[in-house]
């Protein structure tokens, strides 16, 4: 069964929010959010809203993850950590746009729900772990990209310590986006869209 996406959804939600980067839109467009939400949700998957995925967690506003998505300036050869990776639905969307994307989520019941609807869709490029997003992963830094989809009060250091020389990080800073790009060790700020998460354990 082949799932379309609403094209309202691309034209009207992702595309603003992604500055219409081509790129990011037709990863939105090959990967059907209705497959990341629970069932009593389904008539909502193409709204712009997070909803809940059960477990105190959600899926993100669509627009929020597509101005993510475009802050990171991702490129095609881009090794990416995505700290909370949740319903697993950016980790599906990262797949589409990098070489390999590293998901690090808390809870275990949601990651092992997040592996089985990404199996689902035949992707390859991904590991995923559940553990402490606040660490990193270690194992496989540093990373040309990293995103992290739960709200921080601080910038986690581990995270820092695992960018590359020339990597950017994205994440919800007091509610607000924020981009750093690391540039000879130091971190350039750049602030972006209010916006609300759930709470980044261990920040």
């Known amino acids: 069964m082949i799932l379309k996406v609403p094209k ?20 939105f467009a090959d990967i059907p959010r209705i497959l990341f939400v629970d069932e009593a949700m389904k008539t909502k998957a193409y709204e712009d809203k997070a909803l809940p995925i059960g477990m105190g ?28 990776s949740g319903s697993g639905f950016v980790t ?12 690090v989520e808390l809870l275990p019941k949601l990651m092992a729900k997040a592996r089985t609807t990404i199996k689902s869709l035949r992707i390859i490029n991904v590991s995923m772990k559940s553990d402490d997003g606040g660490k990193g992963w270690q ?47 130091i971190l350039i700020e750049e602030k972006g869209m209010s916006c609300s998460f ?3 354990v261990g920040s």
Request: charged letters at 20%; glycine letters at 4%; one cysteine or more.
């Open 8 to 27: 309202y959804f691309l034209e009207d939600i992702v595309a603003p929010a992604c500055n219409n980067d081509k790129a990011i839109i037709q990863a």
């Open 57 to 84: 967690q959600t899926i993100s506003q669509v627009t929020t993850v597509a101005n993510m998505l475009y802050m990171l300036e991702l490129k095609k050869e881009d090794n990416v950590l995505e700290i909370g």
């Open 92 to 103: 599906a969307l990262l797949s589409r746009l990098v070489h390999h994307v590293y998901a």
């Open 139 to 185: 194992e496989y830094a540093p990373y040309d990209k990293i995103i992290a989809s739960a709200g921080a009060t601080k910038l986690p250091q581990s995270l820092v310590e695992q960018l590359k020389e020339g990597g950017i990080l994205v994440l919800p800073l007091n509610n607000h986006l924020m981009k750093y790009k690391k540039e000879k060790g």
């Open 198 to 200: 759930v709470d980044f």
